[in-house]
């Protein structure tokens, strides 16, 4: 959707080296997702965030680390102990959570493809 | 945690005939369930949703089914085209908790 923008749209990391992964979004929605996507495989949630300076671990967090300072915006940081980072990942985010609002879609932005040199 | 089971992972049929793709889910207190459809490449697009207080959702050639009882829920596809071919994803919402478990996907292929 135009509303969320991942950037970059490929990246490289090096071992030993940490990388951070942007989303944007400009829809006001208050809850977002981090997902990772391997060849073949559905989608596996690795962090999601339910308001600004609130955010859970997913199904994979293990090797991930991220922030909500801003309602705009959630980076994803891939660390070093993540050993296998080579992934397409998957940014959403949805109206919000919580009572009456829980069952919102969820959007898509275009994805991060990262891959290790 | 919620576990999502989905059939088949390859799916192919004639242009014009009608698809079903099915989903089991293991959490009884899931209820939300959406489809996406994916094409090479791309984002996951929301293709139809249900949740767990209707039976059955129909928006023009795509419908999907809900089995409360038995877990599964079914995706629809009639009078399939070209345009329709992609990997399509279903995925459930456990009971408590607010990301998405997605099944492993089905790819669909429409012959001409």
């Known amino acids: 959707d135009g509303g969320i923008t991942q950037s970059p749209k490929y990246l490289f990391r090096k071992e030993g080296q940490n990388v951070t992964l942007s989303c944007e979004q400009n829809?006001?929605?208050?809850?977002m997702y981090w997902y990772r996507q391997d060849p073949g495989q559905g989608l596996r949630l690795i962090y999601y965030?339910?308001?600004?300076?609130?955010?859970q671990k997913g199904d994979i967090a293990e090797g991930y680390s991220v922030s909500r300072e801003k309602k705009e915006s959630f980076p994803l940081t891939v660390t070093s102990a993540q050993k296998n980072p080579t992934a397409f990942y998957l940014c959403?985010?949805?109206?919000?959570?919580?009572?009456?609002?829980?069952?919102?879609?969820?959007?898509f932005g275009d994805g991060t493809r990262l891959s290790i040199l | 945690g919620e576990n999502v089971e989905q059939h088949p992972s390859t799916l192919s049929v004639q242009e014009g005939d009608s698809a079903v793709i099915k989903c089991t889910y293991s959490?009884?207190?899931?209820?939300?369930f959406p489809w996406y459809k994916q094409e090479l490449g791309k984002r996951p697009q929301l293709i139809i949703d249900?949740?767990?207080?209707?039976g059955e959702k129909k928006d023009q050639r795509i419908a999907v089914t809900l089995n409360k009882t038995a877990k599964h829920f079914s995706l629809h596809i009639t009078e399939t085209q070209p345009e329709d071919s992609a990997v399509y994803f279903c995925?459930?919402?456990?009971?408590?908790?607010?990301?998405?478990?997605f099944g492993k996907g089905t790819h669909l292929i429409i012959q001409p």
């Open positions: 959403a985010s949805s109206i919000g959570s919580g009572t009456g609002r829980s069952n919102q879609p969820q959007h």
């Open positions: 829809l006001n929605h208050d809850a």
């Open positions: 965030s339910q308001i600004v300076n609130d955010f």
């Open positions: 959490d009884s207190a899931s209820n939300y």
């Open positions: 249900i949740r767990s207080n209707v």
């Open positions: 995925a459930a919402r456990g009971g408590g908790a607010d990301g998405l478990t």
